[in-house]
C-alpha cells in the first residue's frame, strides 16, 4: 500500500520534506460574487470506455465526470461551505474508487501523503458552497484541462477565485482512451483529452448562465498541450491559459496530431512556466537542460499573440491547488513553502487579468498584461516575461462574411467601404458573392440577406449580368416583382443573350 511508500521517503529523507501551507495562507481574495460548486457524470454516447478496476471486458459509454464552479446566489438553508474533505470525495469517483472510506483517502492517491500536515487540510474550509443558485446574467466561462491522469479539481482554489470574479469554470478529469489510464502522454492521449475538452465546450450551451460567446481554454501540465490542440479545432476559442503546459516540453507530441496547424492558432496565448531547473537535477533525473530556455511553440506562432512568464519560486508541482498543499517539497530545488503560495496567489491574479483582458476586454486588465512585471510591482526576481505580437493575418472573405453575419447582413456596402480601408487587399470574388446570394435568398426566413449580399455584389461588379439576373431571382422569390422586371432589363442590357432573363420577363408580362 502507499502507507510503505511513504515510510521509505520518512526513514532516508533525502529529497522530501512535508508541506506545511493552508488555504488561509495562500490569501487569495475573492471577488465579488459568492461561489457555487456542483459535480455530476453525464455520458458521451459515442466512445466506449473500460473501467480498470474491475477487471473484466465489459465496456460502456464513456463516463465524463464535471465540475463547475459559478457565481452564485447562495441562501441561507440548503446551501453549505465546502471543505477540501468534501472536494477530496469528487477524487474518489474520479479515481474509480467511490467506495473507498475517507480514511484511506491520504494513503491511496498519488500526492496526498498521510501525512499530519495533510491531514490538517482536510477540515479546512473551502470558499465555494454546495447547492447553490446559479447567479442570473450571462458569465464567460473558462474549460479546464488537468494535468496528466488528474482530477478535475486539481486547481480548486483558482477556481474558486475565478468563480468570486464572474468566471464559471467548467473542468473533467484526465482520462485514457480506453480505461482510466494514458499510454504515457503519447499524441493519442493528448487527442482523447481534447475531445473531452470539445465535449465540455458542448455542456456549456446547457447553461443559460454561460455566455457562449466567450470562452476561454485553461490547462495544467498535460492539460495545457491538449488544449493547444482543442484551440486549433475550434475557432470560437477566445483565449488559451497555459499553466506550465507540456506543450513547452514536448513539442513533437504536438506534431504528430492529425488537426496541428500553427496558422490556425490565432487567439491570445499565455504560458505561465516554472523556475529554472538546477544543473544538478537536470543531471541526476536526466532531464534535457534545453528545457529551461527552449520554447518552440512561442518561437513558431506567428497569429496569436503569445505573453510567456517564468514564476522564479515554482517548480512544476506548485501549479495546482493540489501541488501546493499536498505535495512533499523536493529539497534540492523547491523554494520555501512562503514563497511558493506567494507565488501561486501571483499566478492566479496573473490569470485573472490575462482573462478579464481577453474575455471581458476590462482597460485595467489590458493594460495588466501589456506592463512588464516590474511595471506592475513584482521584482524580476520573482517574475520574468517577454512578449510576442501577432503578425496581421490575411483578411479574406470568410472573415468579411463573419463581419456580415454579426450585423444580420445589413449596410453591407458601408461595411465593405469600411473593410477596404483597413484591408485595401481584401477581395470579394463574384461567384463567392453568387453563391452566398442565393444560399440566403432561397431560405425564405434569410431572403432578405440574400438580396442584401446582391446589392453589394452589384455595387462591386456593375457590369456583371449574372449578378443582375440572380438579383432578379432573388426578388421574384419574394414576390416583388417590380424590382424583379428592373433587374432582369438591366441583366438584358449587360448581356441581350440573357436567355434566363428573356424567359423570366416574358412569364412576368403573362
Known sequence: MRSTALAVFVIFGVNFIFAQTSLNKIGLRNGKYNVGF???????????????NEFNNQFINRPIPISIWYPAAVKDSGSTELTVLEYLEVLKEEEEWKNLPNEFLLDWFPHLWNTPENKAHLSEKATAFSNATFLEGKFPVVVYAPSYQASSIENFALFEYLASNGFVVMSSPSRGTDTRWLEGGTTKDMDTQSRDVEFLLKEIHKYKTIDSDKVALMGFSFGGLSNVITAMKNQSIKSLVSLDGTERYRYEVLEK????????????????????????????????????HKFQLYDSLNYSTVYSYKFHDLTH??????GVLFSNRDKRQDKSDDKIMASYKQLSKHALNFLNAT???????????????GQNGFPE???????????EAEFDYKDFN??????????????YKKTMAIHPNLKLEEGMLNTLGLRLSFDPERSEQGINVFLLAVHIYPKSANLYDSLAEAYLNKKDFENAITNFKKSLELNPENQNAINRLKQLKE
Open 38 to 52: 456542483k459535480h455530476y457524470t453525464t455520458i458521451d454516447s459515442t466512445r466506449t470506455y473500460r473501467i480498470h
Open 381 to 391: 526576481i520573482m517574475i520574468s516575461k517577454k512578449m510576442k505580437k501577432s503578425l
Open 359 to 373: 474575455l471581458k476586454n476590462e482597460e485595467d486588465a489590458k493594460e495588466f498584461i501589456t506592463n512588464s512585471p
Open 317 to 322: 508541482s506548485y501549479f495546482s491547488s493540489y
Open 402 to 415: 463573419d463581419l456580415a453575419l454579426h450585423q444580420d447582413y445589413r449596410d453591407l456596402i458601408q461595411l
Open 257 to 292: 496530431s492529425a488537426y496541428f496547424d500553427l496558422d490556425k492558432l490565432n487567439v491570445p496565448y499565455v504560458h505561465f512556466a516554472q523556475k529554472d531547473i538546477p544543473e544538478a537535477v537536470l543531471k541526476e533525473d536526466k532531464i534535457p537542460a534545453e528545457l529551461n
